[in-house]
């Protein structure tokens, strides 16, 4: 049975949860001959597997998302990044700016972001209409320019071009020209601003002043090169996955209306459903690596330096991990394990910070507007080979 699995295609897209079962169930090591004979790996254990190992048998130094692994692109902006190191380098530089993102520190900023996100709400009280997504993008684009050390002005900016780069044309494989013009404004506009930097440094606790100011280790300073591509990386990441699955959420919920009543209810469920929904549909659909050397699994020999890239949607409705899977269940137990931000050495930095956002958004938006109408019809979803999810969730209600 051959299985037409090729991530960029709009065919796809269609009916992915068919062709990810198929993938599990037949081919769970998939040989991706049109893009250089990477492997798509799309059962959870092996991707939770690959995470662990991800010292041992994977490098990230030649990237993680799929512009490299499968169509051998640059990166993007993080190329130089703290995710695309290995071994004692992504220690020492994921430790530059690491105490930031503990529990205790992030909890820390609980207050602020909570004000940001109704001073965010606001307006749109006396209007009667509110993009969740928006506000979602905004208090998280915010949050993590003021965590960085930028004005929010330059990251509105800089977010504004990633954005284009992100889009998709069904008829061209990846970035489009406009993408990639896109890509090289947000690269000159942070190449400027770490000139600007160096003779003015943001004060601390900034990311930037940490950069600048410390040492990685002993005679080891970080490059203008590696703090834009770390800024550029943290712009990515800290305001894409949380608006996105805030906005698929409240798809999901409108969906099952019983179960947007237990949150009304009880606001205790709101991490629980925070989590549900990245498992349900995850927001970054493909990471990977190259493989470090060879490699047997499900029969398949795969070859050091091949890329193998992780299905994230694809683990997250696995029978052989997850109890009816394919059912958006708030209330279920949780999970033993999961993947919601990666497993491992490589775990997202900023998971705490990303739920305790999530919490506190979708509290702020119920607390303000109990009652509301999901605008179904205007509610645009994005699709792409690496994110995935709804950017405009607009709702209706009664103006304050």
């Not at 071994?87 to 930031?100: K, L, P, S, V």
């Not at 993008?137 to 965590?147: H, N, Y």
């Not at 489009?176 to 690269?187: K, Y």
């Not at 033993?336 to 491992?344: D, K, V, W």
Request: hydrophobic share 35%; glycine share 6%; with cysteine.
């Amino acid at each position: 049975m051959t299985i037409d699995y090729n991530p960029y295609s709009p065919k796809f897209w269609k009916d992915r949860w068919t062709i990810y079962k198929q993938l599990r169930d037949d081919d769970p090591v998939h040989c991706m001959e049109d893009f250089g004979g990477a492997w798509a790996l799309s059962r959870f254990e092996d991707i939770w597997d690959a995470h662990l190992n991800s010292y041992k048998d994977y490098t990230s130094i030649f990237g993680t998302s799929p512009p490299p692994l499968l169509l051998g692109e640059d990166s993007g902006p993080g190329h130089v990044s703290i995710p695309t190191m290995d071994g004692q380098d992504h220690r020492d530089y994921r430790n530059t700016i690491a105490n930031r993102y503990t529990q205790p520190s992030v909890s820390k900023m609980e207050k602020n972001i909570r004000q940001l996100t109704r001073d965010l709400i606001k307006p749109a009280l006396k209007i009667g209409k509110l993009d969740i997504h928006e506000v979602a993008r905004r208090v998280a684009l915010f949050t993590v320019a003021d965590m960085i050390g930028i004005d929010r002005e330059v990251a509105l900016k800089a977010r504004h071009f990633i954005d284009i780069f992100y889009e998709r044309d069904p008829d061209v494989v990846g970035v489009t020209p406009r993408g990639e013009e896109a890509f090289g404004q947000v690269m000159g506009l942070l190449i400027q601003m770490a000139e600007k930097w160096r003779k003015n440094v943001p004060p601390s606790p900034s990311h930037i002043e940490a950069w600048i100011n410390k040492q990685v280790r002993d005679d080891t300073w970080m490059t203008d090169e590696q703090i834009v591509g770390n800024t550029g990386m943290l712009i990515i990441t800290g305001s894409d996955t949380v608006p996105n699955n805030i906005a698929n959420l409240f798809f999901y919920l409108n969906q099952h209306p019983d179960q947007l009543k237990i949150i009304r209810e009880d606001f205790s469920f709101i991490p629980k459903a925070f989590e549900e929904c990245v498992r349900f549909d995850h927001p970054t659909n493909i990471l990977g690596r190259k493989l470090a050397k060879d490699m047997d699994l499900h029969g398949k020999k795969m070859k050091k330096g091949d890329s193998v890239i992780y299905l994230y949607q694809s683990a997250g409705r696995d029978e052989r991990e997850f109890e009816s899977p394919d059912l958006f269940d708030i209330t279920r137990p949780t999970p033993p394990r999961n993947l919601n931000f990666g497993h491992g050495p490589h775990k997202c930095l900023g998971h705490h910070l990303a739920k305790m956002e999530g919490r506190i958004i979708i509290e702020e938006i119920l607390n303000a507007i109990p009652d509301f109408v999901l605008i179904e019809n205007e509610a645009k979803r994005m699709f792409g080979e690496f994110l995935q999810g709804y950017i405009k969730m607009p709702i209706e209600f009664d103006p304050s």
